[in-house]
């Protein structure tokens, strides 16, 4: 294997490791509680009906899902493969829907880990060392949201790899004029549009930017074929599930929120909101991206049309997200609509810091690194839904449109969610080292009716307020297994940290080969 290859897969493999031992043990959110449904439909039954959740009535009078397919898609295999391992042992098909969730989930860890890999390859192409390009990817990887996303089945792991995919693809043909390289950049556009539809407006810029690498040299026009053809299936796939719905091409189900009542937030209230507030700013949630005021300026200047096209990329969602009803993207973990863009936003900085002259931004962003991680950790350790019922915010009493909806979690520092959930952390986690951790049961039934986004009583809900969202603690709560689990999720972080060593060692051995014999790197 070449050494850079090897320094890929091994930040793969220490990514898809960490994320996977700190997963989350089930799928309670209502998005990802409706994608679970969507995928059993799509498996079992070959249809996009589903019982319950987030959606709407079609003209056949079932219920169909507002979520884009491409999730759907992707998690199918899984799907079917934890739904055979049920049909193959008892202990598994007593708890067959926990289990289908549980395997589920490891495609977010995946599609993290796939974010890494990517963004890591896009500093190597640059030419940043190794070492500094490692740096780089661990900011995105520990430092921002990806982290807590990451153990989800949210839309945000697949959106954010999809689209940073496409870039990363599109400015290779730039440079390449590979036809390998239009198709994977089209591949990445139609997927992530078909996973979520409001992508389509940052693909155009993608397209603009890929047409200008067109026009800038001469391209063979199997490389235009081999963009379009893929995303025009995707197109295609798109338009017959928007069809079988609902009973017309263009409509995604999402209804009222495709019109322009549902964008009645002031601007700047929005934009406040996703940039700077205490409970959703991206700058509070991402501390990396404080560098990006200042490593802006060099990127644009190394790297013009890339830097046009991120901003076309990002500025439109921005403007649009920050007048959206429910800007906030309640309940979730910061700027949750922002979270797509966010390895774009960071590529300027890992680019900087990786430059040869930015020893001091390296310490500093080595600061803003364990910074970030601490704030992610917040959000790893515990659910966002157990802090807005422990704050008493959730069930919601007001309206998105209400100005006052969330107001304490949303604009108050002493209830911002980066220190709500470390107080619940402390207090939870002193709580299982005396052997008091909750004790809940399974409402019976579940499985089959597959209605109970919660399957828990009201009482035990309250109860897994003082739960740590661990994949290894919830089987412990429900008294299925012991704390050995545990030790598997320690065997995976001692993985993980191994990986990120082998990372480290190769990368260093790959600066001595360039520097040359007798010199440093």
């Known amino acids: 294997m070449r050494p850079g290859r090897a320094l890929r897969w091994a930040v793969l493999l220490c990514a898809g490791l960490l994320y996977a031992a700190t997963m989350s ?14 995928t059993r439909s799509l498996v079992e039954r070959g249809s996009f009906d589903v019982p319950s959740g987030n959606a709407f009535a079609g003209p056949d009078g079932r219920l169909y899902p507002k979520a884009g397919l491409g999730q759907a898609l992707l998690g199918a295999p899984l799907y079917w493969a934890a739904s ?24 977010g860890p995946l599609a993290g880990a796939l974010l890494a890999w990517v963004f890591l390859g896009l500093l190597l192409d640059r030419g940043a060392a190794p070492r500094r390009a490692l740096l780089g990817t661990a900011l995105l990887s520990l430092a921002t949201p990806a982290w807590p996303y990451a153990k989800t089945y949210l839309t945000e792991p697949f959106t954010a790899w999809l689209l940073l995919a496409a870039f990363a693809a599109a400015w290779r043909f730039r440079a390449t004029g590979e036809a390998r390289q239009a198709l994977w950049a089209g591949l990445a556009s139609g997927f992530a549009v078909l996973t979520k539809e409001a992508l389509a407006l940052p693909v155009l810029a993608l397209a603009g ?74 700058l509070w949630f991402a501390p990396p991206l404080l560098l990006l005021f200042t490593a802006w300026p060099a990127f644009h200047r190394a790297h013009r049309a890339e830097a046009w096209t991120a901003l076309g990329i990002v500025v439109p969602s921005l403007l649009l997200n920050a007048s959206f009803r429910a800007w906030g993207g309640d309940g979730s973990w910061g700027p949750r609509y922002l979270q797509p863009f966010v390895p774009l936003l960071a590529l300027p900085v890992a680019l900087w810091i990786a430059a040869p002259a930015s020893r001091a931004a390296r310490r500093v962003a080595m600061a803003l690194l364990v910074a970030g991680a601490l704030v992610q950790w917040g959000g790893v350790s515990v659910y966002y839904g157990s802090y807005l019922r422990e704050t008493g915010a959730y069930p919601y009493t007001r309206a998105f449109e209400d100005p006052r909806f969330l107001e304490d979690v949303h604009w108050v520092p002493n209830y911002s969610p980066i220190v709500g959930h470390w107080a619940m952390f402390r207090r939870n986690l002193g709580e299982h080292l005396r052997g008091e951790w909750p004790r809940v049961t399974l409402a019976q039934g579940a499985d089959e009716a597959a209605t109970q986004r919660i399957p828990l009583s009201g009482g035990d809900q309250a109860r897994l307020l003082h739960g740590l969202d661990f994949w290894f603690l919830y089987p412990l709560y429900v008294g299925a297994a012991g704390p050995q689990l545990a030790l598997a999720a320690l065997a995976m972080l001692l993985a993980a940290l191994a990986a990120g060593v082998a990372a480290w060692r190769v990368a260093a051995g790959l600066e001595r080969a360039a520097a040359g014999p007798g010199r440093a790197p």
């Open 25 to 38: 043990g089930t799928i309670v959110s209502s998005d990802g509680h409706t994608m679970f449904q969507l």
């Open 84 to 107: 055979r391992a049920a049909g193959l042992s008892p202990a598994l098909a007593h708890r067959r829907e926990a289990w289908q969730k549980f395997v589920l989930q490891l495609l």
């Open 209 to 282: 930017y890929f047409l200008y690498c067109m026009a800038r040299g001469p391209r063979p026009a199997r490389a235009l074929l081999a963009a379009l053809a893929p995303l025009a299936a995707c197109a295609a796939l798109l338009l017959f599930y928007n069809h079988a719905r609902f009973g017309s091409w263009l409509e995604s189900g999402y209804g009222y929120e495709q019109t322009a009542s549902a964008y009645s937030t002031p601007l700047h209230v929005g934009l406040f909101g996703l940039l700077l507030s205490p409970g959703k700013g991206l």
